[in-house]
């Protein structure tokens, strides 16, 4: 393979999409970063902007078939678009349990669906989902983004196997909390019901929802840029685990002693 590859970054306007684009374009790469909005704060001639809605199968084809186009090859695939929801089982609707299992489960599928035959063309590939920790455990409050985590986690496992003899390569990056607005300006919440009211004071510090936030403000944790680049470090070695668990705190660590899963998990840093 040459050192210079092409990279798929989907959610690329902000948090960890932009940093790996921009770490990713450091490095001397190639990137296709996809994103809602038109335009994104980076100016590189080896950057192409794409606007992709994930939920939309035909939309995520066309947006593979211009990262080909840029140099001919598609190496890395990073399926990063999500977004969290907020609500207890009961309280989420139809329509907000499909859009998050759109955009967070399927749009992966359908990104992941049409890269493969470019990689499987040039006999290389490297899949990349982000994932979470709340991939491999649950609380409430966050049951649907739990399960489009879940589902994430296991057909990205079956491809692992599918697609290993082909020279493609799956990692499920299992990321902890991170300082992003995903927790905060990006989260989405579903319409409260008060018997939950007492259980949410408890578990989330407030019974209002949606919870308010300042402008701009993040949810602590591990800063993105540290994220891409061990992302980018896991990428560049000739092998490693499927599941890259980057900065599991202990407290998330503690809830998931008693999972089944953990036996899975390698612990990076």
Same mark, same amino acid.
């Given at each position: ?66 990262a080909s186009r840029v140099t001919g090859r598609l190496d890395v695939l990073v399926n990063n678009a999500g977004y969290g929801l907020v609500g207890a089982v009961e309280e989420i609707s139809e329509a907000e349990a499909r859009a998050i299992l759109d955009v ?8 992941? *669906? ?40 296991? =057909? ?7 697609? *290993? ?15 992003? *607005? ?67 705190? =202990? ?19």
């Open positions: 393979m040459t050192t210079t590859q092409t990279w798929l970054i989907t959610g690329a306007s902000s948090g960890l999409g932009l940093a790996l684009t921009k770490q990713a374009l450091a490095a001397g790469h190639h990137v296709v970063a996809t994103t809602r909005k038109e335009a994104l704060p980076v100016k590189d001639p080896r950057l192409t902007v794409a606007r992709l809605d994930p939920a939309d199968r035909e939309g995520c084809r066309h947006a593979v078939e211009e967070d489960l399927f749009g992966p599928m359908w990104m992941t *669906q049409a890269a493969l035959p470019i990689m499987r063309r040039h006999g290389h590939g490297h899949v990349v989902q982000i994932s979470s920790t709340g991939g491999v455990g649950a609380m409430p409050f966050l049951g649907l983004y739990n399960a489009a985590k879940w589902g994430l986690e296991g =057909f990205s496992e079956a491809l692992a196997a599918e697609v *290993q003899s082909m020279g493609i390569r799956v990692t499920l990056a299992e990321i902890g909390a991170m300082d992003t *607005q995903w927790a905060t300006s990006g989260m989405r919440f579903s319409e409260p019901n008060s018997d939950y009211d007492e259980l949410r004071e408890q578990l989330l510090g407030t019974a209002t929802v949606p919870w308010p936030s300042e402008p701009g403000a993040t949810g602590g944790g591990t800063a993105p840029d540290e994220v891409a680049r061990s992302i980018l470090t896991h990428v560049a070695a000739e092998s490693g685990p499927l599941r890259l668990v980057l900065r599991l705190g =202990f407290s998330t660590l503690a809830q998931l002693c008693n999972s089944t899963t953990l036996s899975t998990i390698r612990i990076e840093g």
